[in-house]
């Protein structure tokens, strides 16, 4: 039987396709090497697990406010107070998953054939959502001669009467830019003038290296006009699996994403509530010290990285992902894929999947223990290395091979 | 600014709404007798507490297979198998929340324009969803004169060419009906001849009373051509804030929803899912004991609220819910409902929360403590004498009110 159109574009989020893929490779003992999906091998927090086993034993098992326990919105609002200045009504804080947020703001602010603006390269669910609602994607190029940063300018060109929503992501997955104040500050301008959403996924906000500070277009409205900012647990506290987050916006938008998830969904677990709550109010040092690890992992990624023939990247100002350039290895983003999963067991995301822009580069995702990252890079350094023997072997004798010859 | 079409419809789940409302009230000190909401007194099983505690202490707290970790779609399989008597492939197995079903489902099989069949009175969401999707809705009615039975050949009188998916559910939210065979079969029949997918929805397949047997269409293609069965923890095993479920169907449809659940959630959290496997494989008496305790709760409420002037129920053969027709208190459902609340701080809901054709009828959930439930119905009782006593003196003493005599 035929199934609805809405599905017809659906094709998942890269890294869950491979995730079963490469546990079933895993199953026959093969080692992999695993840097594809944006997980930690760090473990969530201590007094976090500890809150919610306590929320168990307490039986907060039943339904609660579809919109959030007040508790935990309010310690969502006075978290917001510290993080970015201002404190939101818990009329404008819905708790739900992170992802799904992109899904409702999307449907709850674009009808079909009016048009979103995303970043691209960007996070894959920014196309995913336009594939079975209808709503049209229009990508900015994320280049790397502007280090990976949107231009601003770029946005506003491809502003059209159907245009309803910009999002916006910094740090940003997969290239790992933090964006500055300027920039983020002239997009909140730009969505202000054209009277849009700016969806901010604010995801990797607690994720930045170096001193950068973190900024949010949410400063000029106070997520009271256009602002929606997502945010979550997954990555900064290492909660992947708690599936917690939470959307700060205009109360009218926030209305409405809640009716809808109320709908769907009735309510989100209370017991794991409450441990967002311990997260907000018991871990900020947790939080410091697991981003000090990430920024040591990182310098190990991006120097091994770098030492590899045909590969280059740019430091990764924040996010938990480093996004190298492979076209000097003369293969496609699959190609490289595929060749490092084949000759050196390692697992690693073409950057198409964030988007057509994402050719030339791939995806690695770095908060791993530092000894599997060494052990895993040097493989894929002797890997290429060996190949540019080969190559350099057979262009010395004049042997190139049916694959080159076909490349031209 | 202008939000989408698609939430103009949204109107929430009623229950959802009254809770709020209600939490609110109790703050300030009035004390309310609670039967709107499909919650129970009694806690989650401690064998399922202790299992999501362990998974939690074993770090199961990261991404996984976002269709469901395969030892739990075992434990699906395995009590589907004991339960109906078929062994379904994993990949027609598909964990997320069970409401949330109901909107993949629909999203899944029917575009903008087609039709859904559906039972009204029925559960909220079954309505709820047409009104966000495009999708018309095409209502069964359910009638007390057939015992809240939905009579198949109604169904068959409202296929038409665009008719994609028939919702069936038993034993049925808010009626308290449990279909026979012969009916469940019927419809199974029917949506074969028409070639329609079928929501069998079996939340309440444990919660079944008097030695009712449960019947699902699946008998017919083992969920393998158009049943997609619906089921979940919430209420057999008393686990509504885990928002555990799963869906079992046609391996196209379960592979289009997963791949719709992976792009909006990721995944479902793992350490909830270990207690999925516990309540499946751990606990049977522990459901038995509960839907004994229920049934007495059953008992309880029924006899009472046929004691009360104006009032008539049928006795429920499964589910959580009475539903009684108070058309004989001259109040309509939404009168009722206020007059419970204020004259007896006692909370339910209108029958019309479940569709046109719920007016004259209210529906409690009574999975509370046998002691809250006769204080409450003796309240109201005393309420629904008072007032008639009321209406009788005023009627011999030719007093009619103005209420009355506007409503003729």
Redesign the interface.
């Known amino acids: 039987?035929r199934?609805?159109?809405?599905?017809e574009g659906?094709?998942?989020?890269p890294?869950?396709k491979l995730?079963?893929k490469m546990?079933e490779k895993e199953r026959t003992g093969k080692k992999l090497y695993h840097f594809e999906?944006?997980?930690?091998d760090y473990?969530?927090p201590s007094h976090v697990?500890k809150s919610?086993?306590k929320a168990?034993?307490e039986?907060?098992?039943?339904?609660?406010?579809?919109t959030g326990i007040c508790e935990f919105k309010e310690a969502i609002r006075e978290h917001i107070a510290r993080r970015l200045g201002f404190r939101p009504a818990l009329k404008q804080i819905l708790v739900m998953?992170s992802?799904?947020i992109i899904?409702f703001v999307v449907?709850?602010?674009?009808?079909p054939a009016?048009e979103i603006i995303y970043p691209d390269p960007g996070f894959s669910?920014y196309i995913?959502?336009t594939s079975?609602t209808g709503v049209k994607k229009v990508g900015v190029p994320i280049l790397e001669s502007h280090k990976f940063h949107i231009q601003p300018e770029e946005i506003e060109k491809r502003i059209t009467p159907r245009t309803?929503l910009i999002i916006l992501n910094s740090p940003s997955n997969p290239t790992g830019a933090a964006l500055n104040r300027d920039t983020i500050m002239e997009v909140g301008l730009i969505a202000k003038k054209h009277?849009?959403?700016l969806l901010s996924d604010e995801i990797y906000s607690k994720v930045i290296y170096d001193g950068i500070k973190h900024y949010s277009s949410s400063e000029l409205d106070h997520c009271q006009e256009?602002t929606i900012i997502l945010d979550g647990f997954a990555k900064g506290y290492?909660?992947?699996?708690?599936?917690l987050g939470y959307a700060i916006g205009p109360e009218?938008?926030i209305e409405?994403m809640?009716?809808?998830f109320?709908?769907?969904?009735?309510?989100?677990?209370?017991?794991?509530q409450y441990g967002g709550i311990s997260a907000l109010t018991e871990c900020p040092a947790d939080v410091e010290e697991r981003v000090e690890t990430y920024g040591r992992l990182r310098d190990l990624i991006y120097e091994k990285l770098n030492a590899m023939p045909g590969i280059s990247c740019l430091k990764p100002e924040g996010a938990v992902y480093i996004f190298p350039n492979i076209s000097g290895t003369g293969m496609s983003s699959q190609e490289f894929v595929e060749f490092a999963l084949d000759k050196a067991n390692v697992v690693l995301l073409s950057g198409t999947c964030f988007g057509t822009e994402g050719e030339g580069y791939v995806r690695l995702c770095y908060t791993r223990k530092p000894e599997m990252i060494i052990e895993a890079m040097d493989r894929l350094k002797k890997a290429l290395e060996e190949r540019k023997n080969g190559e350099d072997f057979n262009k010395r004798h004049n042997l190139a091979g049916r694959r080159t010859s076909c490349r031209g």
């Open positions: 039987m199934l609805s159109k809405i599905t659906l094709i998942g989020q890294m869950f995730l079963v546990q999906i944006g997980d930690s473990p969530a697990v919610v086993k168990l034993d039986d907060r098992t039943h339904y609660v406010d579809s998953p992802n799904a899904d449907r709850c602010t674009a009808d009016d669910t995913a959502v079975y309803k009277n849009l959403y256009r290492s909660m992947p699996g708690f599936r009218s938008v409405k809640g009716l809808l109320q709908t769907i969904f009735s309510c989100f677990p209370p017991f794991i």
